[in-house]
């Protein structure tokens, strides 16, 4: 839980947090929600360790797909 001037907002937490309250992103309201600075640093550090998930076998079998029947299929 974080305190925001007189207001509560909602943060995620350990299941062990003796404060945590069970519940679903479904079950906090939007006005309760706790929203953390997100930084171009923190968006690009896993690009750092990411591989990709096609080769240039997969690109070449889609170019020809697409050449054979249009991007649609």
């Known amino acids: 839980m ?16 003796p404060e945590a309250i069970e519940m679903t992103w479904i079950d906090v309201p939007a006005d ?22 096609v080769n240039e076998q997969d690109l070449e079998k889609w170019k020809k797909f697409t050449e054979d029947f249009g991007q649609e299929g």
């Open 2 to 17: 974080v305190l925001d001037s007189l207001h509560y907002l909602l943060n995620t937490c350990s299941p062990g947090d």
């Open 32 to 53: 309760k929600l706790f929203e953390p600075h997100v930084s171009m640093a923190d968006m690009l550090r896993p690009l750092a360790n990411t591989k990709p998930t």
